[in-house]
């Protein structure tokens, strides 16, 4: 009952068309974003910003720029991992090439070139759909795979075929701690969040749904496949290669292609399928699934105290954690977020459903 709207009159259109008309939202928005830029830094020991937290973050813009493309346009792709690849590879050459480079303009450099490969391969979505552009993406995929493979000019002539980046600071600030690791993550994936929460709301928005739902009827009534569909890819594969930016520079540290193969587009998939498509809050569920699940089963069989052995338990964990994703996806095809708001619908009911 604590959950309602009652006498929450809107007086100006400006206030209808907040991104939390409730209060109650936006209070707990406020208290949420208190505890991760003020609280957590505190409490969090390494293991929990290494292991879980910076993890979670980038691969959560990652599945928000998916998001977009797959969720809110209906295009199907499966070259996400390539496009976080061109946005690592590209901010490191411009780390590597330029000194004095800004690390930000970097990241935000690499997820540009990311857009302009993100626009190349979205092309032909502008005459196939479905499966057709599924296999068209998942050629992206091998091709940026073998080209930062195979291209010495991207890895800047490493023999290895790997690449590494230190040092990293902002404004004179040295981003090398935990903490501050994860808060410039987190700075990163609120603003994004809040960009993409606001483009999905414009006209914009409506045009990529528009072609989801219906692409024939949407040019009927005046709306440009190929400006919705290459705007939707753009603007995905920017997020995604600010996000593959990230994960290079601020998570793994050193990296070489296969940190970006495609198992790593399957998994975001997986991601934006069971978080909710066509949902901004389904993109940090279906991260925080991803990401949190397998470490709580790895450890419920020694909660348990059952002696099994590492390998034992590997395999346990793929079986549970394949199992629970057909799980949800039989009982719940709309993803965690439409949970989410179901709760939210009943709450604002209770105790007086009808």
């Known amino acids: 009952m604590f959950y309602r709207e009652n006498g929450q009159f809107k007086t100006s259109y400006r206030a209808d068309q907040q991104i939390f008309p409730i209060l109650q939202d936006r209070i707990g928005i406020a208290l949420l974003l208190v505890f991760a830029f003020a609280v957590m830094p505190l409490i969090g ?13 980038i691969l959560s813009l990652a599945a928000l ?9 209906g295009q199907i792709s499966l070259g996400t991992g390539a496009f976080m690849a061109v946005g690592a590879y590209a901010a490191y050459n411009f780390m590597a090439r330029i000194d004095g480079m800004p690390l930000i303009l970097a990241i935000l450099l690499g997820g540009l070139f990311a857009t302009l490969v993100g626009v190349v391969f979205g092309i032909p979505s502008l005459r196939i759909k479905g499966l057709y552009l599924a296999v068209a993406t998942l050629a992206a995929q091998f091709f940026i795979d073998w080209a930062f ?62 072609i989801r739902d219906m692409d024939v009827a949407a040019a009927v009534i005046g709306i440009r496949p190929v400006y919705a569909k290459l705007t ?3 603007v995905s594969s920017f997020i995604i290669g600010v996000a593959g930016a990230l994960w290079g520079f601020v998570y793994l540290g050193t990296w070489e292609p296969a940190a970006f193969s495609i198992d790593r587009s399957f998994q975001l998939l997986f991601m934006v399928i069971i978080g909710g498509l066509g949902s901004i809050m389904g993109a940090f569920f279906g991260a925080a699934f991803i990401t949190i699940l397998p470490l709580v089963l790895s450890q419920v069989p020694r909660w348990l105290g059952v002696p099994i052995s590492v390998v034992t338990a590997s395999h346990l964990e793929f079986i549970i954690f394949g199992s629970l994703i057909v799980f949800f996806l039989v009982v719940e095809p709309h993803g965690l977020a439409r949970l989410w708001s179901t709760a939210k619908e009943k709450l604002r009911l209770w105790p007086f459903p009808h």
């Not at 720029?65 to 346009?73: E, K, P």
């Not at 701690?177 to 990163?188: D, E, G, H, I, Q």
């Open 45 to 57: 020991d390494e293991y929990l910003f290494r292991a879980i937290l910076i993890p979670f973050l």
């Open 65 to 73: 720029g998916l998001n977009i493309l797959v969720g809110y346009c």
């Open 149 to 210: 493979l195979r291209v010495p000019f991207f890895t800047k002539n490493s023999s290895s075929g790997s690449v590494s980046v230190a040092a990293l600071e902002v404004a004179g600030v040295a981003i090398d701690s935990p903490v501050s690791r994860y808060l410039f993550c987190l700075t990163f994936v609120v603003v994004f969040a809040w960009f993409a929460k606001n483009l999905v709301r414009s006209h914009i928005g409506r045009e990529w749904m528009a």
């Open 232 to 234: 939707a890819f753009a």
